[in-house]
């Protein structure tokens, strides 16, 4: 934008019968692109804000120092369309507010009565129309965004968190462990002998027992615990704060309702369980879990099984 601002005063000034005006806002504008392109990855987001009334008001100094006629007002909206794409409604509405400062300063400015209110009419409520229209488009693609972002986390059929979203959860409680120094836990599960549900009763039940499941899931955790889908018929929470002793406790209450049915179909589920204090990020809690689980399958199926116990995991 302070580009084409620059290089469309430069074309005005070459431009024979052209207006007359100051060439300092198209130097002041080429300067700002200079800035941005230089060191804009290392300037606050808010700097960047500044620009759009930065811009406003070069606009106005190139409209009220033009001699004859000008359609430099044309350019207020670049501003007032960038604050809007980006900075919110206050913002917006700020800039509007300050192009009709500048406007009617600028038009105070020029000389044999070219002040006219209809002329500040024109440009306010053209700038008010685009930041609205542009505010209302932005606010609803950052809400589009908002939404695929957390859908892309979520698994659809059982709204739990997907491995994507896991993940993410895994890496800040993580980080969180190590800071306070305190125990996290893992439990993974796997429904035992899910196929067979597949093969004899079709997926459409199948899908209903991984929704019961899930919310078994839900109901025997805290709110604090992160629950997650991460495989076809596999599950697994993470538990903030909890040595091997709790997750043991909370495998065996899960892998019991589940025995007990209340399902589509009678199944049972498999549980392994591990605990640690994290010493880095690099960490293999979930993959201790893992190795549980797959020993409790191994030895028969319908069982929880712990992970080789660490001293600070108690």
Not at 221 to 237: I, K, N, P
């Amino acid at each position: 934008m302070c580009v084409a601002a620059g290089a469309i005063g430069a074309l005005e000034e070459l431009l024979p019968e052209g207006p007359e005006f100051s060439p300092w806002p198209a130097l002041t504008a080429l300067a700002l692109a200079a800035i941005a392109i230089t060191v804009g990855q290392g300037l606050p987001r808010s700097a960047f804000l500044a620009f759009g009334f930065v811009g406003a008001t070069v606009v106005g100094v190139a409209v009220g120092t033009t001699r004859g006629y000008s359609d430099a007002a044309i350019v207020y909206c670049w501003p007032v369309l960038w604050v809007a794409s980006f900075y919110g409604t206050r913002a917006t509405a700020a800039v509007v507010g300050w192009v009709g400062v500048v406007h009617g300063a600028a038009l105070l400015a020029l000389a044999d009565g070219a002040a006219s209110p209809d002329r500040w009419v024109d440009v306010v409520v053209t700038v008010i129309v685009a930041g609205v229209v542009v505010r209302v488009l932005a606010a609803r693609n950052e809400r589009l965004v908002a939404q695929l972002s957390t859908e892309a986390r979520v698994d659809p059929l059982t709204q739990l968190h997907n491995r994507r979203g896991f993940d993410e959860r895994l890496t800040a409680e993580t980080a969180r462990a190590m800071r306070d120094q305190s125990s996290l836990a893992a439990a993974a599960f796997d429904i035992d002998h899910f196929k067979r549900v597949n093969d004899e009763h079709g997926h459409e039940v199948g899908d209903r027992v991984l929704q019961w499941v899930a919310k078994t899931l839900a109901h025997a955790t805290r709110g604090a615990d992160v629950t997650a889908r991460v495989g076809g018929e596999e599950f697994v929470v993470l538990l903030p704060g909890t040595g091997i002793r709790g997750a043991q406790e909370l495998a065996e209450r899960v892998r019991v309702a589940v025995e007990r049915g209340g399902g589509p179909v009678p199944i049972t589920i498999s549980a392994g369980v591990a605990a640690q204090v994290p010493r880095d990020a690099d960490h293999d809690l979930v993959e201790s879990a893992d190795r549980a689980l797959y020993r409790a399958k191994h030895d028969g199926r319908n069982a929880v099984r712990v992970a080789d116990s660490e001293p600070a995991a108690r």
